[in-house]
């Protein structure tokens, strides 16, 4: 028999070795993996359906975290107790943004792994004095939340969730259009045989923001003179099911959400559809990671899910504040009886991060848009690794150094996750941003991280199933490392 010279002999690559190809990866799946594809991306679909604010993202990550033996910083903090490796803690800010962390053997002075999502997604928040009455019918008066299309978000059933505080610090939580039995509540348009001016405006001028505005009910009160009566109707419903007057709206935090459960999509089940992707399938993934590691880690491994990034990361629970900076320095003070503010910074320096947001994916219907020559993501393609966000001349973008995007290719091959590159688009076309450069401000390590997605900010959005678990699969093998 004769032989061929292999590569090492040769020293010298096969031609196929020096590209690099980005290749759908359900093909060269083995059999269990593809199983175990499913069955999370089933976890997911449940999840994604259930948790639909970022209150409520806070409260089935605790109650997750609970469940996997975390324990609360704040009893931590108030017994004094002392962290060591394997210990699980995690730190809630304000019921919106949500840290937990699992100590590592290596002393916490030499850094952490982090992996930081966000849970708020692009919605309809109700203004607080949100209900009035026209031509016999009480709507909600609305303010957006976030980047969306106005137009995507007319006759579709949407449900309200959200919390009532009333004087006195009771709270209502508020969950309405999600059970087959609920009612539903809907932003009306015009008839097409009336809508003769409205298509001649340019498409994001056909619904303006002051028309975004939902049907809330329509039976008037017979037993009154008050003007407002239909008004008045919904008010005693109200007050009789939730103890509330009008007043009490200007203490809540409502917010108009798509109703309905996610979706598997497509024949083959290969897909999701659902709302809120954008970025709780990485706020997902990225607390599934660590509570699923099988041992404790090298380094301490710490997961955000954080509030605001749709609107900046600004207020008390973005990443813009110092809530990661505060939860790191109990952490540290924990973990070292020496605490100092210099070690603090030394961890913070040593730190690196991957900002677990999502991606725009080539989407063949506007491929015009798409950056070209293989610079823009694929579904079926794996994780995408984004160096920089930002628009234009990568304006606001954190743009990651060529020795991490190294050692992360290191960690992701080794692991063996399928993953890619990706770009939001054309240069030029538009752009984003992500909390990466907040992070990075620090001096640690970042960049962007996550799952590609079609429709992106629309009420409805798209994942592909095995994106997701590679997802999984690489924060994970991030945490360990």
Not at 76 to 96: N, S
Not at 252 to 260: Q, T
Not at 279 to 284: C, F
Request: contains cysteine.
């Amino acid at each position: 028999m004769g032989t061929t010279m292999n590569e090492s002999e040769s020293g010298a690559k096969s031609s196929a070795s020096l590209f690099f190809k980005t290749e759908n990866a359900w093909p060269t799946l083995p059999d269990a993996e593809r199983d175990s594809v499913f069955a999370f991306c089933e976890d997911y679909r449940r999840f994604l359906s259930k948790v639909k604010t970022e209150r409520e993202a806070h409260s089935e990550g605790v109650a997750l975290a609970e469940a996997h033996g975390f324990l609360s910083l704040d009893d931590a903090i108030a017994t004094g107790t002392r962290l060591k490796p394997g210990d699980k803690v995690y730190a809630g800010v304000a019921d919106k943004t949500l840290l937990l962390a699992v100590i590592g053997h290596e002393d916490i002075e030499q850094g952490m792994r982090i992996v930081g999502g966000h849970t708020d997604s692009p919605r309809l928040d109700l203004k607080p004095r949100p209900l009035y009455e026209d031509s016999g019918l009480v709507l909600i008066d609305t303010h957006y939340y976030g980047g969306i299309k106005k137009y995507q978000w007319v006759t579709i059933p949407l449900a309200l969730h959200g919390v009532i505080t009333r004087k006195g610090g009771e709270r209502i939580n508020v969950c309405i259009g999600e059970s087959p039995e609920d009612p539903v509540f809907v932003i009306t348009d015009l008839l097409p045989h009336l809508g003769k001016n409205q298509g001649e405006k340019k498409l994001n001028e056909g619904i303006t923001g002051e028309e975004l505005n939902a049907l809330f009910g329509s039976i008037p009160a017979a037993d009154t003179d008050e003007k407002e009566k239909v008004k008045l109707n919904i008010l005693r419903l109200l007050h009789e099911r939730y103890g509330i007057d009008e007043c009490d709206f200007t203490s809540a935090e409502l917010e108009l959400v798509p109703a309905g459960a996610a979706r598997d999509l497509g024949f083959d089940r290969s897909m999701l559809l659902g709302y809120g992707h954008d970025d709780r399938v990485s706020a997902y993934t990225g607390i599934r990671a660590l509570l699923d590691l099988p041992d404790i880690p090298k380094t301490t491994a710490m997961c955000i899910l954080t509030d605001k990034e749709e609107i900046g990361s600004v207020g008390a629970t973005g990443m813009y504040s110092f809530l990661f900076e505060n939860v790191a320095a109990e952490i540290v003070n924990l973990c070292r009886s020496d605490y100092s503010d210099l070690i603090l910074r030394r961890c913070l320096k040593h730190s690196k991060m991957l900002s677990a947001d999502v991606n725009a994916l080539h989407d063949p219907d506007f491929a015009d848009v798409s950056s070209p020559h293989n610079n823009m993501a694929q579904m079926n393609c794996g994780l995408v690794v984004t160096k920089y966000v930002g628009s234009k001349g990568k304006s606001g973008s954190n743009d990651a150094r060529s020795e991490y995007i190294a050692e992360l290719r290191e960690i992701f091959d080794t692991a063996g996750v399928s993953w890619q590159t990706g770009e939001i688009g054309k240069v030029d076309q538009g752009g984003g941003g992500t909390i990466a450069f907040m992070l990075a401000r620090y001096g640690m390590d970042v960049v962007d991280c996550g799952v590609g997605v079609l429709s992106m900010h629309a009420p409805w959005e798209v994942v592909g199933k095995l994106d997701v678990y590679m997802a999984y699969k690489g924060y994970q093998a991030f945490y360990r490392a």
